[in-house]
């Protein structure tokens, strides 16, 4: 397998082949940095970190496992450079294709993550757009794989806005690796045809499927993986936060949806996740709504069922492999 040279921009250009592939050498690096075994190959090389939106996660993940590998970083906050206001995206790809070996891009529309790949001419790494989020896949795979042996078969329930990049996202995985992907929520939440259709195909090829629900207990019933992401993502309006919180709320992560799953379930979420009120948006919506948590009631996000944390963690050990692999390590 020889990804050298590649850009990772979603998991619609990858084989199951790669995508396994990427999930072993992530697994690899893992076990290695466990065994604190130095992998450093990559020293003398450099990727620019662009970041338009926010990031805990992505961010400290693409600078560790940089660091790990030799490679030199420059973090791009999201106002401290031209991209976009004084400067294109084109201009801005040839600038940085020009002293970097690899970019990643956080921000908004596909399109640029595209456009950036097109003119810089080294590997563009998606770090989330409002389309695709492809580096939390892999983490999502690794440890649905590290919990369960196996990927093939597994039926995944995905509830909430399933039309934005994790839903999409998910969907293009699971079809994509023979498993089963669910989603729950109103109609409008539902992703756009065209992908829905791709991923038919898939799903035909790897012997996964496909099912879209209004109903919330439909879409988990006998589920190896519950998954829900925030109501509002990074980017959108504050002022949808009353029509989410509204619709939504029927979707919410509970205990007796998890019930409703197998008895072997697990709890998945990107994060970061509104499960109590000790954030400052979390509060806010507390305030104005009478709630305490949002996508995932306290007691499914703190009970043993939930793995979200490893998940976390294995961002960094993906992030790792995708640049391995598309910079030749
Ligand atoms: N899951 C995820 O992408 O987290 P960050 O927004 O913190 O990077
Ligand atoms: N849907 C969320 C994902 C965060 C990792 C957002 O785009 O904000």
């Known amino acids: 397998m ?4 590649r850009s990772f921009l979603t998991l619609r250009d990858f084989t199951p082949e790669e995508i396994t592939y990427l999930i072993d050498l992530a697994a690899e690096y893992k076990q290695k940095k466990k065994d604190g ?4 190959t990559l020293k003398g090389k450099n990727v620019a970190l662009i970041f338009e939106k926010t990031s805990t996660r992505t961010r400290c993940s693409f600078e560790v496992a940089a660091h790990d590998l030799g490679l030199g970083t420059t973090y791009l906050d999201p106002t ?6 004084k400067e294109s995206i084109a201009d801005t ?7 970097y070996e690899g970019i990643e891009y956080r921000g908004y529309g596909q399109e640029i993550v595209n456009d950036l790949a097109k003119y810089s001419g080294v590997p563009v790494w998606n770090g989330l757009t409002n389309e695709y989020h492809p580096t939390q896949m892999l983490a999502d795979l690794l440890t649905i794989r590290e919990i369960f042996g196996d990927l093939k078969g597994r039926k995944l329930a995905y509830m909430g806005d399933a039309r934005y990049n994790m839903g999409n996202s998910l969907m293009i995985a699971c079809t994509k690796m023979g498993m089963h992907f669910a989603a729950g929520a109103p109609k409008k939440y539902f992703p ?3 992908l829905v259709d791709a991923c038919e195909e898939y799903a035909k090829a790897s012997g996964g499927s496909i099912l879209l629900t209004e109903d919330p207990m439909e879409a988990v019933k006998d589920a190896d993986i519950i998954y829900t992401d925030v109501w509002v993502s990074m980017g959108e309006p504050d002022s949808v936060w009353e029509e989410r ?3 939504l709320t029927p979707y919410r992560v509970t205990k007796a949806l998890m019930a409703n799953a197998k008895d072997t379930a697990v709890f998945l979420h990107c994060l970061p996740a509104f499960h109590d009120l000790k954030t400052k948006i979390g509060k806010e919506m507390g305030e104005r709504f009478g709630i305490t948590e949002m996508e995932v009631t ?4 703190e009970s043993a069922q939930s793995k979200v944390f490893q998940e976390a963690e294995n961002r960094m ?7 391995a692999a598309t910079l030749g390590a």
Do not use: P, W, Y
């Open 2 to 5: 020889n990804l050298k040279g």
């Open 93 to 99: 790809a040839r600038v940085l294709g020009s002293m």
């Open 37 to 40: 075994i130095m992998t450093d």
């Open 245 to 247: 919180i509204h619709e």
């Open 192 to 194: 756009q045809k065209e």
């Open 80 to 85: 401290g450079s031209q991209i976009g206001k």
């Open 317 to 323: 050990h993906t992030i790792k492999a995708v640049m």
């Open 298 to 301: 306290d007691e499914v996000f």
